[in-house]
């Protein structure tokens, strides 16, 4: 198909009736229209998600098992790919495409049909001012030891601040710096520290493993993905408790949530060890969420922060979560700040809506 019988229709995209398309033609159109992700599958049709809302390619048949399967495995590089997708039925890799630019690809089952989410992985890698994280953080990032959790749900860019508190560090401190992701989203260039980057499936086998080794390789600082199970988060504790800086994520959507996720992931009988150490370990929790702009088109990042402090500290140890927003409230002099409030400042200066400030306020 010719890249010209691909065209913008207004909030849809159209293309030719019947025919088919390339990997090459749909990151080119993906490019063009500034996508975040792509969707294809066998049997299902290309779409993209462009300014947070999906976009259909229109008067394109659903894709062929041929076409979809000659695009997917078009991204594989290393020859044991394809056999790990059919043994454990799902994949994460990076792709980075002729054009230079990279994805972050999962690959997977649906309905026994091969699929995929192709996330755009920019070029230009933002500054922490530039996303319009809280200044605090520069200073919460010369810890010498603890946990910074970075937390938002799928597709909140949380991903993309950490990068930037990396590189934030990577101008700022002489470090070594171990990244430990699924998969590698930015390659970053040595400046003042040194990076190790390691990816799941391809450099380690697993966290477990690649936490354990970390230990003996030297770390000032480690950078964890997602964690989402009771494993992780015992190595990420105790990587921390052995003086280590650790900056993980989670998939939740606010500091309350992503302390109750953790303390639920234990046993009854260990929660409250669980709340100690938790207490004992975190430096700042940062929780984000993206909103459309109103001044232009994009996106604005709303956060939350948390910073610990004695008050902090015995409301995590006694597991009262339910007191995190006073604390929050009470903190603003320390740098903390609650969303909603965080939000009501980017409507002040005509960033954001105000329906979405009080979206914000009614959440827990």
Do not use: W
């Given at each position: 198909m010719d890249e010209n019988k691909?065209?913008?229709?207004?909030?849809?995209?159209?293309?030719?009736?019947?025919?088919?398309?390339?990997?090459?033609?749909?990151?080119?159109?993906?490019?063009?229209?500034?996508?975040?992700?792509?969707?294809?599958?066998?049997?299902?049709?290309?779409?993209?998600?462009?300014?947070?809302?999906?976009?259909?390619?229109?008067?394109?048949e659903a894709l062929s098992k041929k076409n979809a399967d000659e695009m997917i495995f078009s991204m594989f590089t290393l020859e044991d790919e394809k056999k790990r997708l059919e043994r454990v039925r799902e994949i994460d890799f990076s792709f980075q495409h002729s054009s230079g630019v990279s994805f972050r690809v999962n690959v997977f089952y649906q309905r026994g049909r091969l699929s995929a989410v192709m996330r755009m992985i920019s070029k230009h890698l933002p500054s922490m001012e530039e996303l319009g994280i809280p200044e605090e953080m520069k200073?919460?990032?010369?810890?010498?030891?603890?946990?910074?959790?970075?937390?938002?749900?799928?597709?909140?860019?949380?991903?993309?601040?950490?990068?930037?508190?990396?590189?934030?560090?990577?101008?700022?401190?002489?470090?070594?710096?171990?990244?430990?992701?699924?998969?590698?989203?930015?390659?970053?260039?040595?400046?003042?520290?040194?990076?190790?980057q390691r990816e799941l499936g391809n450099d380690t086998l697993t966290l477990a493993n690649a936490l354990h080794s970390a230990m003996r390789e030297d770390p000032n600082t480690i950078m964890v993905g997602d964690i989402n199970d009771l494993e992780s988060m015992e190595n990420v504790l105790t990587a921390v408790e052995t003086g280590h800086l650790v900056i993980a994520s989670m998939p939740t959507k606010n500091i309350k949530q992503t302390?109750?996720?953790?303390?639920?992931?234990?046993?009854?009988?260990?929660?409250?060890?669980?709340?100690?150490?938790?207490?004992?370990?975190?430096?700042?929790?940062?929780?984000?969420?993206?909103?459309?702009?109103?001044?232009?088109?994009?996106?604005?990042?709303?956060?939350?922060?948390?910073?610990?402090?004695?008050g902090i500290r015995n409301i995590v140890r006694q597991g009262n979560m339910n007191q995190l927003r006073t604390a929050l409230q009470s903190g603003a002099r320390e740098g903390m700040i609650t969303m909603d409030t965080y939000a009501y400042n980017l409507a002040l200066q005509g960033i954001i809506s105000q329906e979405d400030v009080e979206r914000y306020s009614e959440q827990d």
């Open positions: 691909i065209k913008s229709n207004g909030s849809k995209i159209a293309a030719d009736e019947g025919s088919a398309i390339t990997l090459d033609q749909l990151v080119n159109l993906a490019i063009e229209k500034e996508a975040s992700d792509i969707h294809f599958g066998e049997g299902s049709k290309v779409a993209l998600r462009v300014g947070g809302q999906f976009v259909f390619i229109e008067n394109m200073a919460l990032l010369a810890q010498r030891e603890g946990l910074i959790l970075v937390s938002g749900t799928t597709g909140s860019g949380k991903s993309t601040s950490v990068q930037a508190m990396l590189e934030y560090m990577n101008k700022n401190f002489v470090q070594h710096i171990i990244t430990i992701e699924n998969p590698i989203e930015h390659v970053f260039e040595d400046d003042k520290c040194i990076f190790s302390l109750e996720r953790i303390v639920s992931l234990y046993p009854q009988a260990q929660k409250s060890q669980a709340q100690e150490r938790l207490a004992d370990a975190i430096v700042a929790i940062l929780a984000q969420d993206l909103v459309n702009r109103i001044d232009r088109v994009g996106r604005a990042a709303v956060f939350e922060l948390l910073i610990t402090n004695p």
